[in-house]
Structures are given as C-alpha cells and as structure tokens.
Nanobody, 127 residues
Framework: QFQLVESGGGLVQPGGSMNLSCAASGFSLDYHAIGWFRRAPGKEREAVSCISDSETRAYYEESVKGRFTISGDYAKNMVYLEMNNLKPEDTAIYFC????????????????????WGQGTQVTVSS
C-alpha cells in the first residue's frame, strides 16, 4: 500500500519554529516530485515547497522563501520541512504529496498532478 504519513504539527508562537516530517511507505521516492502543500481556513490549497532527485534546486512559494527549508533523505524515504520565523498566516493543514516522473514546477502549479496525498497535519501559529 502506497502511503505518505506526516508528523510534527502542533501549536507554535509567532516567530517560532517547527519541523514537519513525511514518511513514504510502499514505494521509493526516487524519480518523484515530492513536496508540501497547505490549506488555510477559508482558502484554497496551495503548494509550499517541492524537491525532486532529478533537479538541482528546491522550489518555494514566495511567502515562505527564506523561512522554510525542504530536504529529503532518500535512503530513509523521508522528506522534511523546516519552518522558521512562523507567522499567523502560516496556520494551515500541511499535506505531503508526491507524483512520479514529474518535475517541481508543474507539480506546484494550481491543478498540477498529484498522485498521492498524505492525511495532513495541523500547524497553528498563535500567541
């Protein structure tokens, strides 16, 4: 069974940090675009960040550049999202997602093809 399972969400104060993890099981992350999306209350789901083993750089949504860092450990089949200087507007459900034989730019576009979603983890930034 192919699965993505997120962990690491919770409550954090503005300016704080939080790390999310995504564990892939049943398949290898090789040849996949894999990344993080989020859905804030009352808003559409948006792509946050993406990496793939076929590309030399990571991709970020504009509002998180310089604050979030995505990384992958392909040997462990894990992807991580390090989030720093968190803001209340970062409050959302964060989803891990993956698509095979795909690159990050189309993966992150609205309506981009996503083959597998995780169940999501809540991140709340509030004082």
């Amino acid at each position: 069974q192919f699965q993505l399972v997120e962990s690491g969400g919770g409550l954090v104060q503005p300016g704080g940090s939080m790390n999310l993890s995504c564990a892939a099981s049943g398949f290898s992350l090789d040849y996949h675009a894999i990344g993080w999306f989020r859905r804030a209350p009352g808003k559409e789901r948006e792509a946050v960040s993406c990496i793939s083993d076929s590309e030399t750089r990571a991709y970020y949504e504009e509002s998180v550049k310089g604050r979030f860092t995505i990384s992958g450990d392909y040997a462990k089949n894990m992807v991580y999202l390090e989030m720093n200087n968190l803001k209340p507007e970062d409050t959302a459900i964060y989803f891990c997602a993956a698509t095979k034989w795909y690159s990050c730019p189309p993966f992150m576009r609205p309506g981009g093809r996503v083959e597998l979603w995780g169940q999501g983890t809540q991140v709340t930034v509030s004082s």
